[in-house]
């Protein structure tokens, strides 16, 4: 019998951040029965992110990779995958501080460049019924695999990939960026007008985009700062470039500024990955690349 409280506990330690409870039962039940791996991927072609021993309580917790796509977000959790460097769908946390009951759950190509983060559903059911109506209508079936009613996920009807988009809570501002990640945070962390962070980012332009993040950090605008730096970081794929790694310097700061040291760690992983050889080093105020000896 697997225990949903432990599951859901275990599954915030290894990713250092809240998890909803639909995606710890969806652990559950694919830890419940071998065959239900078998029965996932044979009816959505998708194969879980975790290692399910995860789900096991009295085994030692498994070691997250640190590694991560260049063009992966840093507040994606992946829940599933087609396959090595496939498709993935997950969960996008913009603001762990909310500790939300459901996250937007969005897919996207990670070898694709110039894929953009889009959106299946608002939450686990909906999500899945959305990306199994394409390229088939059989979204019931693994809804039922999972032990989700079907009349409580909307219709799976496909409209096409959707850019991802939030409707902000009270007090807090949704601001798009040109991979359609978009940064959410508190309406004072933004500037006047950003209104250009949604266009794309020409190679040219590397330089004076890492310089706005930069300023915006300086004059108190973290979440300006955020999405200046996810479009420096998107056009080049995460690769090392100086401009890369002066934007998410910024992106790590403004995210702990903002109280989110999960979002500063998975971008100082993400950059170590392509950077060369270096040390990052993240306090509760700073996070600096050190270079080795």
């Not at 999972?146 to 501002?173: I, K, Q, T």
């Not at 945070?185 to 706005?212: H, N, V, W, Y």
């Amino acid at each position: 019998m697997v225990d949903l409280t432990v599951v859901r506990e275990r599954l915030r330690a290894y990713h250092g951040t809240p998890i909803p409870l639909s995606i710890a039962r969806f652990v559950a039940w694919l830890a419940a029965d071998p065959t239900h791996i078998e029965q996932l991927s044979s009816a959505a072609f998708l194969y879980p992110a975790w290692d399910l021993s995860i789900a096991d309580g009295t085994a030692p917790l498994p070691v997250r990779p640190t590694q991560r796509y260049g063009r992966e977000p840093p507040e994606f959790i992946a829940i599933a995958r087609t396959g090595v460097d496939g498709e993935e769908i997950g969960v996008l946390e913009l603001a762990p501080e909310l500790e939300r009951g459901e996250l937007p759950f969005v897919t996207f190509f990670p070898m694709e460049f110039g894929a953009e983060v889009c959106e299946l559903g608002a939450d686990f059911a909906g999500a899945l019924a959305m990306y199994l109506a394409y390229p088939s209508a059989e979204g019931a079936r693994p809804l039922r695999l999972l032990g989700l009613a079907e009349g409580n996920a909307p219709a799976a009807v496909w409209n096409g990939f959707l850019p991802h988009a939030e409707a902000p809570p009270s007090g807090y501002r949704f601001v798009q960026t040109h991979d359609r990640t978009g940064v959410l945070a508190p309406s004072g962390a933004f500037g006047a007008d950003d209104s250009s962070l949604e266009a794309p980012l020409e190679l040219s332009a590397l330089d004076a985009a890492a310089g706005r993040a930069e300023r915006a950090l300086r004059e108190g605008y973290p979440g300006t700062a955020i999405a200046a730096a996810r479009n420096v970081r998107y056009a080049t794929g995460g690769y090392h470039e100086a401009a890369v790694d002066r934007a998410c310097l910024v992106w790590a700061a403004a995210a702990l500024q903002l109280g989110r040291p999960w979002h500063a760690q998975m971008v100082a992983e993400a950059q170590q990955s392509y950077a060369p050889p270096s040390t990052v080093v993240i306090s509760e105020t700073a996070v600096v690349w050190e270079d080795e000896p």
